[in-house]
Each structure stands twice: as C-alpha cells, then as structure tokens.
C-alpha cells in the first residue's frame, strides 16, 4: 500500500513545480487504478476460460493467473473461491480489486482540489459500487458483470481526467502513473505467458492452444484489435509482435512507453527539478523497443526481453521517486 504521507518539499516559486505530496499522490492513484482495471479483465478473462477447461488444465491456469499477477498462492486449495477472495476482496492483498480502488480513492482524496468534482464523484461513485459487493456461493456465477463494472469505471474516470482536468504538471502525473504501471503489468502477464507455452513462432496454433492465446490477448483488451490487424488465426510471432512492439495499440508495451517518455518530458518542462535520470531510463527502453525486431525478441528468450523491461520500468520509477517524491528540502531551497 502506498498511502497518502507527510511531504518535505514546498514549492517556492511558480516554476518549481507542485508539492512533492500532491505528485505522488495523483501518481498512486493512477497506478492503483490502472492495477485494478488490469486485474479486473484478468480475473473475468480467466473465470470465463475456466468454463471451457479441464478442472487439470483449470488449476494450471489459476496458478499461471497468480504469476502474472506476481501474487502469492492463497492458503489451502488453489481454486476460484479461494482465487477471487484473493484477488478481488482481500484487504490484506494491496493488489486485491478491493484494496486497489480503496487505495486510489484514498489519494485522490487529500489532493481533491487538484482534481475536478466530476473525477471525485466517479471514482467515490466506483468505490462504493466494488465495496457493496461480497463474495458468496453464487458471486462467480454473476461476477461478470462485477468486473465489467470496474473496468468501464476506470474508463469512465480517464475520460471524465481528460475531459474536465486542466492537461498541466497534474494530469502529466496522471498519465506517468498510468503507463508505468500498464508497461509493468501488460510485459508481466506476456513474459509469463512466453515462458509456460511451447510453440513454433511462424505457425498458427493448434486448437488445444488456441484458448491460451485468445486469453492472453484478451487480458491485454487486444483479442478484437489483433484480428482486425491480422486475422482470427492467432501466429505467436504476429500476437508477440502486437503486444511488445505495435505503436499505435493503447496496451502494448511500446506504446505505454512512448507515453511515459512523453510525460516525463512535459514534467520537466513544466518543473525547475533535474529530470535526467528517468528521461535517460525511459528514453533507452522506448529506443530499445523502437529499434527492435520481432525475430530478434523471440531468438533471444521473449521471457528474459520482457523481465529487463519490466526491470526497466523500476528503475523509471525509482528515479521518479527520488526525483519528484522523495527529494530533501534543502535541495529545493537550493536550487
């Protein structure tokens, strides 16, 4: 958890840039928020699988849904009871839907007068909707709806932040939050999805695997997008090359980093403090992804490409911290 905390550095000066407290605040609860809308299609993705599999082949893909959510194993029998407890209700787990929109909310509430009353509204309105639900012996049955309801709501609340949020040093934050944490994630769940599937990179994958590469396109939201670049017939190398590299795909790792890159150098315009480190960080990993070619990904290990971005994306936001979050007052009364 990342809570709301006492802030060391005051803004002296118009061009110094917002409190240190406000910025992190609004970073978290992006990244809360994005976290939430992410493990939401997850979890509804693999439930839906879960109808069509083996109750062998189900309990491998709980256990491959843990992973990419780098969560660990609940206590006693890995099945959806126990996984939807886990990823959806549990306080004790930070990353729980629950914990996650709580926690978001928590944020943006002590910076309220950075935000409009419209983006308030929608996100109080989306935390008293997830915490109304409980689990019982029928929730899996009708969850659904429940799922659908969290990620339109995150969709909602970056369209209303869009539309009623002045597009200034706030909203950049915003934005960093929500890329570095969707880069994260989306290179998360498809590093592990690449190392657990054997398959031949140029040819279409057979009907028993067919299910595990929709799931994996579906839990990025590019099911519908892959097919209407390519076709229905799934060719890891083309869905690999989609979700790494594909510059104009809202959820590909490229694309989250090109705009991390972008923000972060809007922040620094907007800012007096020395933003070198996370723009040399970023700027290398969107090069990297740039440049690279797919062939090139696959020969190498996907799985190991994927991990150094994900390694990547910590140190971007390491450097965030120390930079924007985490910075002494005598460095500001200095500068």
Known sequence: MRP????????????????????????WMSRYLERAEHTARLVDVELQLWLDQSPEAGAGRWRFLLEALRTPAPAGEVNPDNLVN??????????????????ARENLRHVREQCSSEMWEQLNRL???????????????????????????????QGITDSTMSHGE??????????????????C?????????????????????????????????????????YTAEIVPIRAAE?????PD???????????????????????ERKAKLPVRIAGRLRAQLSFSQIEEILAGGAYSYLENVRAECGAIHSAIHQIYFDYPVETEMAS
């Open 242 to 246: 989609f979700l790494l590299l594909n």
């Open 249 to 271: 795909f809202p959820h590909s790792v490229r694309f989250s980093v090109d705009r991390v890159n972008a923000a972060l150098h809007v922040i620094g315009d907007l800012t």
């Open 127 to 157: 935390y008293l909707e997830v915490i109304d639900n409980q689990p019982a012996d029928s929730w899996i049955l009708k969850s659904h709806s429940f799922f659908r309801a969290v990620q339109e709501g995150a969709h909602l609340f």
């Open 189 to 229: 769940l498809t590093g592990t999805h690449f190392k657990r599937m054997a398959f031949t990179p140029e040819q279409a994958v057979e009907s028993a695997e067919y299910l595990e590469w929709v799931g994996l396109l579906r839990g990025c939201g590019a099911f519908e997008a892959y097919c209407k670049a």
């Open 4 to 27: 709301p905390r006492n802030f060391y550095v005051r803004s002296f000066q118009r061009g110094a840039g917002m409190l240190s407290r406000v910025a992190d605040n609004l970073y």
């Open 86 to 103: 886990t990823l959806v209700f549990s306080r004790a787990n930070h990353s729980s839907i629950v914990s996650c929109i709580s926690i």
């Open 170 to 187: 706030g909203w950049q934050y915003i934005q960093l939050g929500r890329f570095v944490e969707r880069a994260e994630t989306i290179s």
